[in-house]
Structure formats: C-alpha cells, structure tokens
C-alpha cells in the first residue's frame, strides 16, 4: 500500500481532482471555458479593486484567495512554511507583469489552455506550442548561467503579508462593500457561489502545495531534467477535464462546447498572437521559476519574492486593460503586439544581463 501511495500517484490523483473542478467549475456558475483561470480571475480581482475600468471583468474571484490560504495552511500543518525572499523583487514584479500581459493576449492561463482544449478550442493548440517554445528559450538562458539570485530568510512578518492581504479581499469578498465593483454583463457576472469557490480555492491550494504541481515547471522539468513527475498531474489534469465535460453534457446538442477554433466561448483566432503571447507567458514564467498558480501557492508558504510576483500579476492586469493590450472575443487588443514584443525584448535582456558564470 504504501509503495502505490508516492509522489507519482499523489500527483496524478491531485490532477485527476482538479480537472474535474476546473470543468464542473462551469457547470456551477463560472465562465464557458474559464472554470478554473489563475490570470483570467487576477485580472477581475484588479477590477474589482478598480485598477482598470473594463467594466465586464470585475469582480473578486475567492477562488484566487483560496490558493494562497488553501497553501498556508497546509504549509504549517507539514512545517513548510518559511518566510524567505530577497531574489531579484523588483525584477520579479515586472516579469510578473509580463506574464499577465501574455496571458491576456492569448486569454487565458496555461491551466484555462487546457480547459479550453479539453472544452474542444482548438485555438489552444498555438498556445501550448508558444509556451513550450517560451519554456525552451527560458531554459536555454538557464543553461547559460541565468540567475536573479538567492533567496534568503527573511522576518515571519514578511511571509505573513500577501496571506494577509489575501484574508482580507476573502472578507470583502464575502460581505461586498459599495466600493467594489462588481461587473453586471460579461464574464465577470458569472460565478459560482461563494462558499463553492471558496472550497474549490482552498482544495487546489492544499492539493498544489503538497503536489508542487505546476503546469510550467512541467515541461521546463521534460526538457531540463528527463523528470515527467510534474507532467503526469497536467496530462491527469487534462484528462479528467475532458472526460468530465463528456459525462457532464457540455457537448453535443444543447451542450456548451463543440470542436473548432470558429464560434469558440471567449476566445479569438489570431494563432500568430497566441503563439507569442503564450510563449511570453512561458519565458518570464520559467524566468520566475513558476507558473501563476505556483506562485500563488508560494505564497502561502512565506516566500515574499512569489508574493512579490503576485503583485506583478495584478498590476500587469491593470496594464493589460488600461493600454489596450488584452484581447477579447473579437480578436487581439490594440496594442497587444507591442505589449507581447516589448515583454520578450525585456525578458531576454534579463536573461542576458542576470547570468552568473556556470
């Protein structure tokens, strides 16, 4: 028993569970295609707060709160919370940024790209290839001696600051002052009930933090290392989501979902930006050692520069919908290009300009 019992089915347990709350997540309230989205529900928390004013994405998405709580408290339970950071913040804040950016030219995280995928959006399939080819280039710079350096302990009031702030936008979630704004149409006014969001937050953080799943570290762990640990969680994760959306009726007639790239829920089909936007998201994310929900699970556990990081998601979704650069059903932002060009311009002169001699 304990031989079956390891990492390996831990994580493809915790996958096979999250694929099956990221579909069902729809079915209960959230989104078409955005039952679980780590950027998509960043970018409404930032609404919310009104650090931009797209009206249709504005609302505060307790799912988000339940990763990093979710994370803290199995963190003590097993003694692994430790305050820390130190690594590079200010550089960490921007990649964060960029990471929200690609996310939203494309729409979507990389956990959203496989629920759409498993939902039947083909356009999905120029997203993975962007990421994997930004994970690839991330790795290249890994091998070439790219560091932002050590972390270091750091005072426990430190590693207390994002789980508290994270405890109190639970709070304002729950009792909905005047002051938050709340979107009336569009995918901000879908949502599944608080105490649901609140469970399936607080289940992923716990399964996350004991998995250390993480959809980037993944493929970065395939290519760097020949380990597909982490990848077993993301295939199960895929799986059960597509499985799920079959036995729950999301497709055929009267379903949600159909196989395509035209007509697809949220989503545009320009391959050439997704590509890119998503292959941003895969630099700067294997830049930061993470991916979003990675970082939100570090937080949890005290490390200030994935708090740090954390910040940088909230602002780059305030960037994203402030200067034009998200996209939308209709197609990409304005100014997303620029925003996606100037993100790997940057990413690859930190790659360059933080290399330590290997």
């Known amino acids: ?5 390891n990492a390996r089915t831990r994580i493809i347990l915790a996958g096979l569970i999250f694929g099956v709350l990221g579909a069902l997540a729809v079915n209960w309230g959230n989104p078409p295609n955005m039952g679980i989205c780590v950027a998509c529900f960043l970018r409404d928390i930032s609404g919310a707060l009104k650090l931009h004013q797209a009206a249709v994405v504005q609302y505060l998405r307790p799912e988000i709160m339940g990763f990093t709580l979710g994370a803290m408290l199995t963190s003590f339970v097993f003694r692994e919370w430790r305050p820390r950071g130190g690594s590079s913040p200010v ?45 690839l280039v991330g790795i290249v710079l890994l091998r070439k001696g790219f560091n932002l350096g050590r972390a270091g302990k750091m005072p426990a009031v430190a590693g207390w600051m994002l789980p508290l702030i994270m405890a109190g936008l639970l709070v304002l979630a729950i009792v909905k002052p005047g002051f938050i704004a709340v979107s009336e149409s569009g995918p901000g006014s879908m949502y599944v009930s608080i105490g649901v969001a609140i469970a399936i937050g607080l289940a992923v953080g716990i399964m996350a933090q004991r998995t250390r799943f993480c959809s980037v570290g993944a493929w970065r762990d ?16 895929f799986i059960a989501a597509l499985a799920t959306n079959y036995i729950a009726g999301n497709f055929g007639d009267g379903g949600i979902y159909h196989w395509g790239i035209e007509g697809q829920p949220v989503s545009h089909t320009d391959h ?52 034009l650069t998200a996209s939308s059903g209709t197609g990409v932002g304005t100014w997303g290009p620029v925003a996606v060009i100037v993100g790997w311009a940057f990413c690859l002169g930190i790659g360059v300009l933080m290399r330590q001699r290997v």
Request: with cysteine; proline share 2%.
């Open 91 to 135: 550089i960490r804040f921007v990649l964060g940024a960029f990471v929200m950016i690609g996310a939203l030219v494309f729409l979507g995280c990389p956990i959203r790209m496989l629920l759409r995928l498993a939902g039947g959006d083909l356009n999905g399939l120029s997203a993975l290839g962007g990421m994997v080819f930004g994970i």
């Open 222 to 237: 395939i290519f760097l290392v020949r380990d597909f640990h982490l990848f077993s969680g993301i295939a199960a994760f």
């Open 1 to 5: 028993m304990t031989r079956l019992w």
């Open 272 to 323: 050439l930006w997704s590509f890119f936007g998503m292959g941003l998201l895969g630099l700067a994310a294997t830049q930061l050692g993470g991916c979003p929900l990675r970082n939100l699970v570090l937080s949890g556990e005290g490390d200030t520069d994935a708090a740090v990081t954390v910040l940088g998601y909230l602002a780059g979704a305030a960037i994203a919908h402030n200067f």
